[in-house]
């Protein structure tokens, strides 16, 4: 599918773009509130200033794809693979990214503020400068994210929850989940 069909598709009415192939698609400052893109291949992608907010983009392939500065509030992701993707200071307020593989994705001064990270990997992640107040990171995996002046306070971890050698979360006031 390309550009213009998507769009004409979406200005129509249409939401349900379940599966399709979207991979190297240019959305750059696209409107696409509420759109379903569940298992969609959005591999490469331009993202960029994309309005995707209460987007279903669950089990979709977003590696490498360019979201920065785009808007992903409440948006779900769950089960997304983000591998290597370009999220910097993006809006992901609320949003679900429960099981979602963030490998090597740059999130560096994104707002995850009250995210569902629950069992994400975030391994090799660049996270300066994000916020994750009040966000969810259960059984995350953050071993070798970059955790320079990320804010964590009141962030929820517990047992299963992955982190360097040596990290303490108390001392970033994350809250243990119990």
Not at 42 to 52: F, H, R, V, Y
Not at 65 to 74: E, F, G, R
Not at 157 to 172: H, I, K, R
Request: overall charge negative; proline content about 1%; hydrophobic content about 45%.
């Amino acid at each position: 599918m390309d550009v213009t069909a998507l769009l004409d598709r979406y200005a129509a009415g249409e939401r349900n773009f379940r599966g399709v192939n979207l991979s190297a698609i240019d959305l750059k400052t696209a409107n696409l509130k509420g759109i379903m893109l569940q298992g969609a291949n959005l591999c490469a992608a331009n993202l960029l200033e994309a309005d995707l907010t209460e987007a279903d983009l669950s089990q979709a392939d977003l590696s490498q794809a360019s979201l920065q500065k785009a808007d992903l509030t409440q948006a779900n992701l769950e089960d997304a693979t983000l591998h290597k993707a370009d999220i910097r200071a993006a809006k992901l307020h609320g949003t679900k990214l429960r099981g979602a593989d963030l490998t090597a994705v740059n999130l560096s001064s994104a707002d995850l503020r009250g995210a569902d990270l629950r069992n994400v990997i975030l391994c090799g992640a660049d996270l300066m400068y994000t916020n994750f107040h009040q966000a969810n990171l259960c059984g995350a995996d953050l071993r070798g994210a970059d955790l320079f002046q990320v804010h964590l306070k009141e962030a929820y971890f517990d047992e299963s929850t992955q982190f360097d050698p040596g990290f303490n979360p108390a001392v970033l006031e994350m809250q243990r989940s119990s």
